[in-house]
């Protein structure tokens, strides 16, 4: 009886410690590290280079060719994209936070669909660091799992292979203005095979497929 | 914007055209317009032409290129056929006024008469085939030079969609036979890409069956 009144005080002082501990950082755990623990990014940051065969459909209008995605520095990838012959349709350089337009074809210079364009290429190239809430929604057929997350991007689901921990599908809520789809298809290589991306807003489709695997 | 429409008409340009960025040791041609005719004769004398090319993408911030590789036949008077083999397949005839793409299974087929673009763009094949694309001053300025081997044309694009795309096509012919050996396409954003012609077989017989989609 003696000691368990002596320890009361130090008790309650490690439980006002602690709640003042998690009070503290309410709204701030580390979700990037939990991200990384439940799947991997599309592009990792060991990613250097790839080179894709690509098909961007926009409403009724078709283009082709070849999409180089390629690392430029720790925080910025450079996408470029060529028709057939190698006349560029488009070189963008994105960052998580902006898009930089080193060259584009005059009849897609138009502001709304490059801002369309920067969102969905930072869903595909960048991990969301702005995640807040991560919650484990379900698990599909014993493989797949899928996350919900709220985030500076909006919601969105993540569709995840349980045991490589690779991503195979991303799906922003219906209700986000950015309302892109993203699915992922893996051979050998850390980056997907095969990209397939879709945004209704602009009715954009865009197929890639990995050359140099 | 059209996929078939802007790749065609880039492509149908290298027919003619060899282009080089930067070409040490050119001088100006003191007359172009012989050039221009010999040009002519020559190429009304071209019943076929059958090469290998290389095509390198070049990005001018980045160092990398990106290279396809591919063959080319062209028949008199309209049957053209431009195969890319590698990274991957992708095929383009014209035959019979048609265009004809062929992107891994996917084919699809346009009737130029019913279409501007692709009206436009029969004309410009026609040009190079009878080589009076040179003279066209309505769609191109032209400066022609010559080495030791060979004569140099640069073209400025005077119309639109070209010009919004590109600041010059360089064609680069083989003196001794006055075809095309190389050609560069000069983008307004700096970036070029280099086609090399390699293997040529001028003049020998090629199945009809090349201009079909089987």
């Known amino acids: 009886m003696t000691n368990s009144k002596l320890n009361r005080p130090v008790f309650l002082s490690v439980l006002l410690a602690c709640f003042l501990t998690i009070s503290a950082f309410p709204q701030k755990p580390d979700f990037t590290l939990t991200q990384s623990e439940r799947w991997k990014p599309a592009f990792p940051q060991a990613f250097e280079k790839g080179l894709f065969k690509a098909r961007l459909e926009i409403g009724t ?6 999409m180089f995605i390629k690392r430029t520095s720790d925080t910025a990838i450079r996408v470029v994209f060529t028709n057939e012959i190698g006349l560029t349709f488009f070189d963008l350089e994105l960052t998580e936070q902006s898009m930089t337009v080193h060259g584009i074809f005059p009849a897609m210079d138009r502001k709304s ?9 930072q869903i595909l190239l960048f991990k969301d660091r702005t995640i807040t809430k991560l919650v ?8 797949v799992r899928i996350y919900a997350t709220h985030s500076g991007r909006g919601k969105a689901l993540y569709f995840t292979d349980q045991d490589s921990h690779r991503l195979l599908r991303h799906k922003s809520a219906k209700s986000s203005f950015q309302r892109t789809e993203v699915k992922y298809t893996w051979g050998k290589q850390d980056i997907p095979s095969g990209i397939y991306l879709v945004n209704p807003t602009i009715r954009l489709h865009m197929y890639l497929s990995l050359l140099n695997e | 914007m059209n996929r078939i429409s802007i790749s065609s008409l880039f492509f149908f340009l290298m027919l003619i055209q060899g282009i080089v960025f930067s070409q040490p040791g050119y001088i100006p041609l003191k007359d172009p317009s012989g050039f221009k005719q010999r040009l002519a004769v020559a190429s009304s004398k071209v019943t076929s032409i059958e090469s290998n ?3 390198e993408k070049n ?12 063959r080319f036949y062209f028949k008199k008077e309209k049957s053209l056929r431009w195969e890319y083999t590698d990274p991957y397949k992708y095929l383009i005839i014209l035959q019979n006024d048609k265009f004809i793409v062929n992107d891994e299974g996917r084919v699809k087929k346009i009737d130029i008469q019913s279409n501007s673009v692709f009206r436009e763009i029969n004309t410009i094949i026609l040009g190079c085939v009878q080589g009076t694309l040179l003279n066209d001053e309505k769609r191109f300025s032209s400066l022609c030079f010559e080495n030791n081997s060979g004569y140099l044309v640069k073209l400025k694009p005077l119309s639109s969609p070209m010009k919004e795309v590109l600041d010059e096509i360089r064609i680069f012919f083989d003196k001794s036979d006055l075809t095309v050996s190389r050609l560069e396409m000069q983008e307004r954003s700096g970036d070029y890409t280099n086609i090399s012609f390699i293997l040529k077989k001028i003049n020998q017989p090629i199945p009809d069956d090349k201009f079909k989609i089987k």
Do not use: A, H, R
């Not at chain 1, 669909?113 to 290429?121: G, Q």
């Not at chain 2, 990005?59 to 591919?70: A, E, M, N, Q």
């Open chain 1, 113 to 121: 669909f490059l801002k369309i364009l920067e969102k969905d290429f």
């Open chain 1, 61 to 66: 209008q078709k283009l082709s060719g070849m």
């Open chain 2, 53 to 55: 090319f290389i095509q």
């Open chain 1, 136 to 143: 484990l929604k379900g698990v599909k057929k014993k493989e």
């Open chain 2, 59 to 70: 990005l001018s911030v980045l160092t990398d290129k990106i290279t396809s590789k591919g």
